[in-house]
C-alpha cells in the first residue's frame, strides 16, 4: 500500500460551494438512498461488528482515502474478532463493495474519531475537512437497518462540535455528515452522538469536526500504523 492510498485529502478547489438538498429537506425524515452504488452514497460505509460468527453491533463509517476508513472510536470499544466493512451496502439493491480490513486501527487520543486501514480501493472516497454550512447531510445505518437512509437539516458549529438537527439513531455513529452540490462534496464531521441541546431545547446529532488540526493528526496516526 502506498502513501498516495492512505493520503487524506481536502476538496480544496473542488470543495462544494453550496449545499444541495438530497432526497429530503425535512430535518426529521430519514429516506432509503435510491441507488446507494453511485458517489457520496458508495462511499458510506456500513461496520458489522462480530464474535464468534454472531453479528453483534452494527455502525456507520466512510472512505476518506482509497486505503482508509473513517469512523467514531467508541465504536471499537467493545469484544469483537470480526469487522466486516461494506461500502455502498443495501440488502434490498446489492451486496455493496466489500472493504478487506487490514487489522490495522488506531484511535484519536482525546477525539472520538479512529482510522481504519483498508486494502486500497479504486473508488471516489470523501474529501475531508471542516467549513462553514447552515445545513448538512448525514447518511449511514441506523438501528442495524439492511438500506442506507440519509437526511439533511440545519447545522451549525461550537468549537470542535458540529451541531445539526438530523434524524440519527444507534448505528449510525462514525457516519459521515457532509456538504454536497450536485458534484462535489466534503465531510466536514464525524457523527458521533445524539445530544439534548438546552439552547435548541432538543435532540441533536453530534459530529467531531473535520478541522485542520484534527485531520493532521490523523494522518499522524495513519503514517505510524504504516510503519507497523
Known sequence: MSAVDVQLTSGGPNAPRKFLPLLT????????????????WSAVARLDFLRDGQLISN???FLAA????????HNLKQIYDRLDISLGYD??????????????????????????LVDPLPMRHFP???????????????????RQTAGN????????????????????????????????AQCI???????????AGKLLGIGEALDAVLVGELQDLIDDLMTE
Not at 429516506?31 to 457520496?40: E, L, Q, R
Not at 464525524?190 to 441541546?197: A, E, G, N, S
Open 91 to 116: 440488502a434490498t439493491l446489492n451486496k455493496g463493495v466489500k472493504a478487506v480490513y487490514r487489522g490495522k486501527n488506531a484511535v484519536h487520543r482525546l477525539r472520538d474519531v479512529a482510522v481504519l
Open 66 to 73: 482509497p486505503g482508509v476508513v473513517l469512523t467514531a472510536a
Open 189 to 199: 464531521a464525524v457523527h458521533v452522538q445524539r445530544k439534548l441541546v438546552p439552547e
Open 59 to 61: 455502525a456507520s463509517g
Open 153 to 184: 437539516g440545519p447545522c451549525t458549529q461550537k468549537g470542535a462540535l458540529h451541531r445539526y438537527d438530523v434524524n440519527v439513531g444507534q448505528g449510525d455513529s462514525g457516519a459521515p455528515a457532509f456538504v454536497w452540490d450536485g458534484s462535489n
Open 25 to 40: 429537506d425535512v430535518p426529521s425524515k430519514r429516506v432509503a438512498v435510491p441507488d446507494p452504488s453511485v458517489f457520496p
Open 128 to 146: 475531508i475537512g471542516s467549513m462553514a454550512t447552515e445545513r448538512v447531510t448525514l447518511a449511514g445505518y441506523p438501528e442495524n437497518s439492511k
